[in-house]
């Protein structure tokens, strides 16, 4: 009994934790933009013209909020299976490893993570995959701070998973693992939020770059950085058409060395 009870605590506070940061920050940005500046959104909103309905913006909160709930129950339980002995690559003394490592692998997790997300969503936009699971996502076109994880569960599953694999094989100080999974799920925020904004982190793509994956479709796949799209060739180009019939991340027209669209 005692260990379920454990496990209920870790549950609880995992799920409570992933649903404060979500209702939180989208909360926040969805007043200071959506409900103080909806009579002006040609100063700040990506897509102007475009609104979500009510009941598509509903939709969206409670898509959101189960697949939150889903993720805080299997990382509440990966945290009771650490301290049941599961094996994985986290350490918890610093003195372990150092400063050098520490530095290493926060960086080495955080790309691989990155890269691992860029494949995982390159995939959903197979033709199959897309319109059974991903295009849940894409229903919303005109994106707002709460489509964040307003998906079909087999694509959240997806990513969670593919954000926890590296875990298992790269040791990692736990902070860092903490940090970079609420640094991906603020950023996811606010990206999916459809107000114009840059980062001030240099890695960090604008929020036109994702924006611009939602009203255009098969391009711009990465998470946080546009490098992997720039390396694949998928990122945005100028002079080509793309939409929702326009698969392979290329685009269709054009010729072959169009521009690569500047997010800045
Ligand atoms: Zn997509
Ligand atoms: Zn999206």
Known sequence: ???????????????VGGLVIVWGVAGYYHVRYYVLRRHEPETWKCQPKRWLRPEQQRQAMRLTTM????????????????????PTGLYFDFAERGWAWFLFSSVAFFLLVDLLAYYAHRAMHHKLVFRQVHSWHHRYVATTPFVVTAMHPVEFLTFQAVTFVPM?????????AIAVFVYILVF??????GVKLSSRWPWQGPTTFHDDHHAHFHCNFGQCLLLWDRLHGTLRRKNRRYGADVYGGRGSGGSSDDDFVSYK
């Open 1 to 15: 009994m005692d260990e379920f009870l454990r496990w209920l605590v870790l549950v609880f506070w995992s799920i």
């Open 67 to 86: 697949n939150m709930t889903v993720g805080g129950l299997l990382s509440g339980t990966f945290i009771w299976g650490i301290g049941r002995g599961l």
């Open 168 to 176: 298992f094989f790269l040791p990692i100080y736990y902070l860092t």
């Open 188 to 193: 996811n925020i606010i990206d999916h939020s």
